[in-house]
């Protein structure tokens, strides 16, 4: 079993990005800045208390030797039916994200039809304390599933990051406003990374996991100091394409990677 985190696990390691944030961990009684900004100013004056203790007693096997046992059984469905879609993602991967998308909406009580009462919710951050994770379980937003996400990643030694920043449909469109959003981004090698998408599922699919191959892989240094950058990804189900990086919520021109 995972112990609760205590002090002598790392500090958060977080990195500001413009109107967004980069966190390769997250830590129990971090506040991690989500929202806040607007037209008119860039800062993000809005903050998340991740109290992951919290869920510790509904998290007693979610662990990575259970976890692997559980691949290990479901492992030839899993194939075959990432087979069958013509998939070449790795199939563990796939399986682990299912898993925790599972159990964040679980835990945060998330609507499987993806509404959030969006007025509940800005009350919540409207205090002048930071609400508690736990606290914003069925109103959970983006940011609130990828920040426990991130810790269940954490749990199991998968190695991710929570960004949060904004997000495309079609980064070429010059009438397109850009939304707000928070992600994870999953370290499979050096050479590839992937996103993770756990607050938009594919609900025509029964919810299963929005997982896309970024066109390069994603690094803190590609949006270090920069005000307007895009990457393109690609989903391993369907082959569609999202656009996810930093810049205000404007329609305009973007800087897309090559």
Known sequence: MN????????????????????ADYLK???????????I????MTKGLSLDFSTFEDQLDKFNKANIEKLYEKAEPDIQKWLEEAGSKVDPYTYFLCHLVQKKVEELLAVDPNGKIAEAARTKMYNHDKPPKLSDLSGFAACAEQAALAQH??????????YMSGICMKDAHSSSEFPHDHSFLILNENPEKTLIFDIARPRRSQHNVPR??????????????GKKDFLVGATEVLQGSRLWFGVGRP?????????
């Open 250 to 258: 404007t329609a305009g021109n973007h800087n897309i990677a090559a």
């Open 28 to 38: 129990n009684g971090d506040t991690l800045p989500v929202g806040g900004q607007n």
């Open 3 to 22: 112990s609760p985190e205590t002090n002598d696990k790392p500090e958060g390691i977080r990195k500001p990005l413009f109107r967004g944030v980069w």
């Open 40 to 43: 008119a100013s860039d800062k």
């Open 211 to 224: 997982v896309l191959e970024t066109d390069q892989p994603m690094t803190f240094e590609q949006f270090q």
């Open 152 to 161: 269940l990643f954490q749990r199991v030694d998968f190695s991710s990051t």
